[in-house]
Each structure stands twice: as structure tokens, then as C-alpha cells.
């Protein structure tokens, strides 16, 4: 198989669009956007780590939503959809808005909605409060397409991370980004679609009153590949990229994969679920055709550091076969009692097993690149 051959690795790149035009590689995840938008709920709230493909699902989901067909030949989803319906949508990114305090995650909020206000002409709306802003917008997007509206809120959680262990500021942090969310609820007969992705699970208490219907879809078995890469996916899609690693290695295909299994897979998300591959490292390995420890080198979180601290917790004490029950995941994350849930949906360790009488999970590092990078990155903290 020749270089040029190849697909390039989508490193960094969040925008299906770009991906598509740009000849990238694309690992397939249409299917799931239509079991999504054709599913019993209008409501979905997505949980995955840091750097795992949540940005560009949403990204997809725009694309699919915004009906540009031409985006998706030869995908799983040209074959099951036949409408592809144009929706007005309103696409909020908060991963912009972490370490700001109340008045600028206020400003970045009326900066995310001006672009769209302009759009549908609301320009008067700007200086009025975000929820207002945002109900107001739904509202005429809906009367002037006449079709109701999409709305994509990624990583929803990333301005309340890194002060969950703050008794001052998330307090009301939480309060702007629970106001920004509020019409939700009432602007249901306008609203097609609604999918929000994030870390925690904040979104179980901030929104408790605002979306009771929200649909989390984080553990539940047919979402469970929605994000990363499958062993399966892994040799259909990237079997040259796979050999060009094992030339550039001097190591046999066969060792090459039982050494990017050791690496970078065993992410479980349900249980039993396929074996899921962090995608980040994988494309990463990939495209450099270097074996390293890509997901940790892209830094470890300052919201980990301080809860390990505050639930007095060492690095080495990490895994060790931790156990919780299913109702822990879906605890709030400022009612934790214990670290597990939050090492879980950030991805250091993982489900290994489940046992149906004790409702009990086992969870464990899922594989080297964690367990040397916990040593590595956070011990020094």
C-alpha cells in the first residue's frame, strides 16, 4: 500500500465538515446519529473523557441536522435516512469558557448568542439576560424557518470543572450556566432536537428542574461505541495505517496490535461492551507511527489533581479493582462521596466487570498509557 494511499489522521480536528472536504480519516458513527434522531427522546445528554470524539459527534449531529447530504455519501446514515430536512441550529461551544468567573462566563454566553441573533434579526435582544436571549432565539428561529429548532451544547460542564471543589465559585457558576439552560424546558414545542456533552454530570442537579426529560445516554449499551475507536472499526478502517506503524516499528502486524491494545485500549462504558480504543492516542500513534502517551501529554486536568486531594487520594491508590454501584455515576458531582465516579467519567479507570446481584461495578486503569502516566503526571502534584 502506497503513503498517499492513506488518509490523513484527523489530529485536533473537531469539524466534521473539515474532516469530510479535507479527505480525512473518518470513523464511521452515522448510525448512531440516526437511532438518536429518530429515537423516543427529543433529549440527549452525553459523558465521555476528555479528548474521546464528544466535539465531533456534535460537529456531525450539525451537519446531519443542517441537511448537507452531500457531507455523508458512502456513510452508514445516506442508506437509513431519506428526508434530510434543512432545521435551524444553535450551536453553543463552552470549552472556550473555563477559568472565567461569573461576569465573563456571562459575557462569553452573550457573545456565543450574538451571531445568532444577528441571524434572525433579535440585534435589540443583545443586552437582555442570556435565558431571555436564548428563549427569544429559539422562538424565532422556529417562526422564520418554520421548522423547529436543533440545539448542541458541547462540553456543557467546562466552565464548572476546574472549581468543583470551590464552595465559592461553583455555587454561582452553576447559577449562570443553569439560567442560560432554563428556557429549555419551556421552549419544547419549538425544539426538534436537543443533545448537550460533558465531563460530569452536573447536569443531573442544574438541570433536575430544567430538563427532567433529558435522556442520558452515557452507559446505555447500543451508545456504548458512540465515541472512540472499536477493535472492529480499528481493522476495517486503518488496517494501512496499521502496517505502515509496523514497518516504521521493525515489528510484525500481529505484535503491533497486541502492543496498541496494551497501550491505548479497554475502555469499557457499559457493561459488557466491545472493547473501546482512546481515539486521540490511537490517531495519534497513527499518523506519527510512534507508540507514546499522547492522551496524557495533552495534560493532566487541575480538577482531578484537586479532588484526588480533597478525597485524599494518591495516584498509586488509582484502580485496584475500585467498586460503585450504578446510581454513583449518576450522583452529582458535587454530592460525590467518593472520587470513583469522577476518575471513572475522566476516563482513569474504566468498567472491568459487573456483578447483576450486587449491582456493583468493578472498575480498574484500563490500560498502560494511564497506568504510566499517573505515575508520571500526577504524582509530582
Known amino acids: 500500500m502506497e503513503q498517499q494511499q492513506l488518509k490523513r489522521c484527523p489530529i485536533g480536528i473537531q469539524t466534521f465538515e473539515k474532516v469530510i472536504e479535507g479527505n480525512y480519516l473518518y470513523i464511521d458513527k452515522t448510525e448512531y446519529i ?6 423516543a427522546s427529543n433529549y440527549y445528554f452525553l459523558s465521555r473523557p476528555r479528548r474521546f470524539g464528544k466535539s465531533l459527534l456534535v ?12 457531507l455523508f455519501k458512502g456513510l452508514a446514515i445516506e442508506k437509513l435516512e431519506n428526508e434530510w430536512t434543512e432545521y435551524p441550529v444553535l450551536h453553543f461551544d463552552m470549552s472556550r469558557a473555563k477559568h472565567v468567573d461569573k461576569e465573563k462566563l456571562n459575557e462569553y454566553l452573550v457573545w456565543q448568542l450574538r451571531g445568532y441573533n444577528e441571524k434572525y434579526g433579535l440585534t435589540k435582544n443583545n443586552d437582555a439576560e442570556v435565558n431571555i436571549q436564548l428563549a427569544d432565539l429559539i422562538k424565532r428561529a422556529c417562526e422564520q424557518t418554520g421548522r423547529q429548532v436543533v440545539v448542541l451544547i458541547d462540553e456543557y460542564d467546562a466552565p464548572l470543572l476546574d472549581v468543583m471543589h470551590e464552595e465559592e465559585n461553583l455555587p454561582a457558576l452553576r ?62 478502517q486503518m488496517a494501512g495505517h496499521i502496517e505502515h506503524l509496523a514497518i516504521s516499528q521493525e515489528m510484525s502486524k ?19 461492551s466491545p472493547d473501546i480504543y482512546n481515539p486521540f492516542s490511537l490517531l495519534n500513534a497513527l499518523e506519527r507511527r510512534k507508540i507514546d502517551n499522547y492522551w496524557f501529554g495533552s495534560g493532566a486536568p487541575t480538577y482531578l489533581i484537586e479532588m484526588l486531594r480533597k478525597f485524599h487520594v494518591l495516584p498509586s491508590e488509582v484502580g485496584h479493582s475500585m467498586q460503585a454501584m450504578a446510581a454513583s455515576f449518576d450522583a452529582p458531582t458535587e454530592r460525590m462521596t467518593t472520587i470513583v465516579p469522577l476518575l471513572y467519567q475522566s476516563g482513569y479507570i474504566t468498567i472491568k466487570d459487573y456483578d447483576k446481584l ?21 504524582l509530582p502534584n
Open 59 to 70: 460537529s456531525t449531529l450539525h451537519s446531519y441536522f443542517s441537511g448537507k447530504k452531500e
Open 34 to 39: 440516526y437511532r438518536m434522531a429518530y429515537g
Open 175 to 236: 447559577n449562570v450556566m443553569h439560567n442560560f439552560y432554563s428556557p429549555l424546558k419551556g421552549c419544547d414545542p419549538y425544539l426538534r432536537f436537543v443533545f448537550l456533552t460533558g465531563v460530569t454530570k452536573f447536569a443531573q442537579l442544574s438541570m433536575s428542574g430544567t430538563l427532567n426529560n433529558i435522556s442520558n445516554v452515557s452507559m446505555l449499551k447500543p451508545y456504548a461505541a458512540i465515541c472512540g475507536i472499536t477493535q472492529e472499526e480499528m481493522l476495517e
Open 358 to 378: 450486587t449491582e456493583l461495578y468493578t472498575l480498574d486503569i484500563p490500560n498502560r498509557e494511564i497506568r504510566v502516566g499517573l505515575m508520571q503526571s500526577l
Open 254 to 272: 500481529e505484535d503491533i496490535l497486541l502492543k496498541l491494545k496494551e497501550k491505548y485500549d479497554g475502555y469499557h462504558f457499559t457493561w459488557p
